[in-house]
Each structure stands twice: as C-alpha cells, then as structure tokens.
C-alpha cells in the first residue's frame, strides 16, 4: 500500500440568489488493493487505440506530491437545480456567496427561461435572497449526506473544520456597497446568524467573510480574501481524505482516464473502462476495479452507477459533457427555421412540460446509434428526476415525459384562496431537513399519475401541472380534487369538493364503516384516507429506489389550530411579527401525536389564546381513531 502522489480537495461554489452560470469540470484521488483476474472480452477497436495510446502517455507521468484544487460554480439558473444531486458530495468544502447589495427580506430578482419565440419571466416565485441561501445550504446537507460520508466530528477538536462534514464558507460579496448604505459587517452577521437557527448550522465554518468587491484582481487585496484563501487551506489540510493511504495504481488510473478524455472520450463502456484498468495500470481484480470506480464516482471524477443494469454499462468521463447532453433537453433553444418540422414538439415541451421519444431522439441524434449510451443517458436523467416517464393515451407517439425544469409557477393568492375554501383542515409533510429536497415534488406528482393509470383512480381529465403546484380530479366526480402544493420544507395536501348531492352522500355513507354524525362528507374522507395511505407508500418507494432520497425523514401531520389559526402564528416571538406563516414557526401536529390521544391535545405556545385545548376529531378525514375503526376502502370500490 503506497501514499498517493497526489492530494486533492474540491470546492464548490454556491451563489445565494437565481442566477449565475452553470456548473464547470472536475478532478481528484484515493483508496485500496487486492489481486485476482478477470478474463477480458475482446477488445473493441477504439479502446485497443485507445489503449495503445494510454501506454506511450502513462510513462511520461511524474509522481511528484502536489496539493490541487478543483472549483466548481453552481450558481446556474433555476433550471440547472435538477442537475445538482448528479455532482453533490461530501467530499467537498463549499463556499455559500452572497450578494450584500440585495435586502436579504427582498423577493429575488425572478427567473428567466428561454422560450421558442421569447425570453419568459417566472414573475409568480416568492423566494426572497435568504430564502435561496436556506435552499442552497439544505442542498448541501441533505443531497450530499447521500454519500455515506458524511461524518460528524462532536468530539474532535479542528481549527477550521465545523463539526458536521461537508464545511461550508459564507462569503458576503460587495461590501463595498451593502444594502441601506449600512454597516456591511452588521449586514453579513445578520445573514450568518439566519442561517445559524437551522439544522444545518453545524456545517457553517466559523463566521463570515466579508469581501470589497472594488479591491477584486487590484493591487492592493481585499484582507477577507486573503483570510479566506488562509482558512480555505488550513480546513483542506484538516479533512479526512488528504490522510487516506491510497495505491499508486489508482492514481495512475485517475491520470490515465484524464489523458482518454483530452483526446475526446467523453465516455467509456464498462468494459472499456476495466480493460485500460488491466492493460495500462495492472487493476486485473474485478471487486478492486469495481471499488476503485465507486471511488472515483465519489470524487466526482467520473460518472457511473452500478444499481440498475442500464446504467452499470455507463462510464463518464467528462461531467461537463453530461451536463450539455441533459441541457438540450431541459432547456428551449431559440427558434430556428430548420427546426420547423419539431416546432410543435419544442412548443409542447415549453408549454406543458412534455417531452416526446420523437424529439429526444431528434437532439440526441448523434448518440442514437449507440443504443446502451442512449438508454443509459435516459436512464440517468429519471434517476435524479430530470425527467420522469409519463404516461401516454395513444402508442403510436411513442414514449413520453414530463420534464420539471419546463413548469413555471402559479399565481399564489390564487392558491391560497383555494386552499382557504378547503372543507377541512390541510395534510402536510414535514421534512427532517427544513426544505423539499430538488426533484422530490414532480417525482411526487409522476407517482400520482401513474396511480391514476394503474388504479383507474383519478380522471381521465388532463392535472393541472405547475413548478409548485398540481390539482387530480377524482374518476367518477370531477367536482372533488386533490391539491399538491409544494413549500419550502413541506408539501401540503388538500382534498377539495363543491357541494355533494345528498343522494351520493347517503351511498357513499352506507359503503363506509363511518358514524351517521360525521362531520365530513364520506366521499371527501374516502378520498383523503386513500390519498394519505397511498403517500406513504409512495414515499418509502422512492426512497428505496433513488439514492438521493435514501436518507429522506419526513413525518405526515397538520397544523396546530391554536397557536396557528388559518396558518399563521398569532404572534412570532422569532420574527416579532403577528400572524408570521414562516414555515419554521409554525406548530405542527404529527400523526403519531393524533393517534397516541384519544380525544385532546393541550397546546400553551399562545400566550393569548381563548381555549388551548385542540379536539383531534376534525383531523379524522386523514387519520382514523383507533377508536374509531373506519373501514377505508379504496376509493375506486366506492365509485363502482
């Protein structure tokens, strides 16, 4: 076992507002040996070049001991979120920017797609400049705890590092002029401590850094950069894997797999991939190439995934490749005359989110003839919820899917006002880590759909799809709908009905098993009870099978009706406001709570409430009493 030759650490640069640029290339090494072979298939005649080539080149490699750094931006625009999980890890130090010249309080400037014929403002977004510093630095910790390595240090004493790994930098730009002409250091300490009441603070390194910008690239350098630099330094020097003892072997075929991609191979078949292993660095032993390679995924040198067989065959090299290969299907081109016979295609993709098989393999042509590259690609982007297969009513078209990026947002008050006319109270899901995980919500609505296919449950009638919010009418009575309305940190479920014809409503009442007195209609409770249930198994169903969503924790529940009545605080001691709809205010209930009393539940978080006593029973629409014993049939047994 040798020392390698070389060590690396990453950084990741995050910006705190929507927009920027998109992410850029990447770099690293490390691990362990064993010995046995593999019989190698035949070799292919563009990896025996490829190989011939390697050997002439691998001589020339010195092993001299440097420290190199590699920096990647994510600032991209909204539309680049999806592509983040692919490039997360927790081998990494991240650098969080903000921008000291906007008022954190401030809605952000709004995003802007490009359409067909125009640029299209998504002018409905509500996220103010602190609300995408929470959505960055939740990122961090929950896509990249997906690692497995993710360790945290309480005991161990660091100069630099947090106690949570991955460490995160907060650098405040243009303190030069900061927002109301004020104190920039005052401004940066505000927005350091916001972010110091989240789960996430134990992975903040130290305080602030506060940068003029007019000293940039000047003579004279701004003390906070050189500062920064300093501590960046130290706090590499002090992680875990520039200690790790690796093979040399490994690293020469780190430097061998560079060398492949400057001479323009932006992928390699499995195969390929394990016979330069073989002929050009002496890895002959299946399980150590096969380690060696999760290794280097991990570092994000490469791409590869072993857990579907689609996607084993995939090796690649080049993730700024990949990025452009996905960016011309989550992104509209201008219109160009040439593409007029796709023009309805492109509008269908801008306008509803649908992508048809005809027009992937239309940007995708050069790929085509290579069948497992394009499957594999495919495969990749479903993984991490670039796309999702949708279902589709006519064969001949082909498939289709529905690719997030392309939804904007719906007017909120709308929203509101429609969830306000709801009969009864909300269902939420409440996640662990303060924030809706990037992907999570049209994977939901995908989820739903398929539901609707498999289970005849919901209308034939198309769902209103939108970036944060999608409405199902119910088969049989496309008066009632289920509303998923998609926040920060929750996802609110509302189960919403017109008037009932009391003719159904006796019906529905003598198929259920529920009291003559209910206070809600059977219909709407048959629906909310089917909708709960069939959530959870979709959640643990997405949880096994995307490994971004692994580590997801989440509890159903609802919100707490005396100290939050219509979902607000009265009065928010945090924000010094009344009726603050902070979500991280606010007193949510939990389904374990409901169902461990039997009829009350005593809240005194209200200093000034009438009645603290909150009576469980008018949450039974979506939690059934033991007591009770509700018969909750599916829903599409009660329409036959």
Request: charged share 25%.
């Amino acid at each position: 076992m040798s020392r390698g030759a070389r060590e690396y650490f990453q950084i990741s640069l995050f910006l705190g507002s929507d927009d920027g640029n998109r992410v850029s290339d990447s770099d690293s090494s490390q691990r362990e040996e064993r010995v046995t072979t593999f019989a190698p298939p035949e070799i292919p005649d563009e990896i025996e070049a490829l190989i011939k080539k390697l050997l002439q080149e691998v001589d020339k490699l010195t092993e001299e001991e440097v420290v190199y750094s590699v920096l990647w931006d994510f600032g991209g625009q909204s539309v680049y979120y999806v592509t983040h999980p692919l490039f997360l890890t927790g081998r990494a130090m991240f650098l969080l920017v903000y921008d000291l010249s906007r008022d954190p309080h401030e809605i952000a400037k709004p995003g802007v797609k490009q359409g067909m014929f125009k640029k299209i403002e998504d002018s409905f977004g509500t996220k103010t400049n602190l609300d995408y510093l929470d959505f960055w630095m939740t990122s961090i910790a929950s896509l990249a705890s997906q690692d497995e390595y993710h360790p945290v240090y309480a005991s161990t004493k660091f100069n630099v590092l947090p106690e949570k790994l991955p460490p995160v930098f907060l650098v405040c730009t243009h303190a030069d002029e900061p927002y109301g002409g004020g104190d920039p250091c005052a401004l940066a300490r505000e927005v350091y401590g916001s972010l110091q009441t989240k789960p996430y603070k134990s992975q903040l390194c130290e305080d602030a850094f506060v940068v003029d910008n007019t000293k940039s690239g000047g003579e004279s350098e701004c003390s906070e950069i050189a500062r920064l630099r300093q501590k960046v330094l130290t706090a590499a020097k002090e992680l875990p894997q520039m200690h790790e003892v690796i093979p040399i072997k490994w690293l020469k075929y780190e430097k061998v797999l560079q060398i492949a991609k400057k001479e323009g191979h932006k992928w390699l078949s499995l195969e390929g991939a394990k016979q330069i292993a073989s002929e050009v660095c002496k890895i002959d032993d299946n399980q150590e190439f096969l380690t060696l390679l999760n290794f280097l995924h991990d570092q994000r040198i490469l791409i590869h995934f072993d857990d579907a067989p689609v996607l084993n065959n995939l090796v690649v090299l080049d993730p700024q490749w990949l990025i452009d290969v996905f960016k011309k299907v989550i992104t509209i081109p201008p219109y160009d005359h040439k593409e007029r016979e796709f023009k309805e295609l492109w509008l269908k993709l801008e306008t509803t989110g649908i992508l048809m098989e005809p027009l992937l393999e239309h940007v995708w042509g050069p790929l085509l003839h290579q069948q497992e590259t394009f499957q594999g690609l495919v495969a990749i982007m479903d993984k991490f919820s670039l796309l999702c297969p949708w279902p589709s009513s006519d064969a001949s078209c082909g498939k289709q899917y529905l690719v997030p990026s392309m939804l904007m947002s719906h007017p909120p008050q709308d929203i509101i006002n429609l969830v306000a006319s709801a009969e009864f109270p909300s269902l939420f899901l409440k996640f662990e880590t303060g924030q809706v995980l990037v992907g999570l919500f049209p994977r939901l609505v995908v989820q739903f759909v398929q539901w609707a296919v498999h289970d005849e449950f919901w209308s034939s009638m198309n769902p209103h799809l939108y970036h944060n919010f999608a409405r199902f009418y119910v088969a049989g009575d496309e008066e009632c709908s289920v509303l998923l309305l998609c926040h920060p940190s929750s996802i609110e479920v509302v189960v919403h009905r017109g008037n009932l014809g009391s003719e159904l409503a006796d019906s529905l009442l003598s198929k259920l098993n529920i009291f003559a007195c209910a206070r809600y209609d059977a219909f709407k409770v048959a629906c909310a009870r089917a909708v709960q249930r069939q959530l959870g198994l979709m959640l643990e169903s997405m949880r096994k099978e995307f490994c971004w969503l692994r580590n997801m924790t989440y509890e159903m529940g609802v919100i707490c009706p005396v100290c939050c009545p219509g979902g607000a605080v009265k009065y928010c001691r945090t924000h010094h406001k009344q009726g603050c709809k902070g979500e991280e205010c606010l007193h949510f209930l939990t389904e374990s709570e409901l169902h461990n009393t039997k009829q009350f539940i005593i809240c005194t978080r209200s200093a000034t409430a009438l009645r603290n006593k909150v009576d469980v029973k008018q949450f039974e629409p979506w939690f059934a009493t033991l007591c009770e014993q509700v018969n909750t049939l599916q829903l599409p047994c009660l329409l036959k």
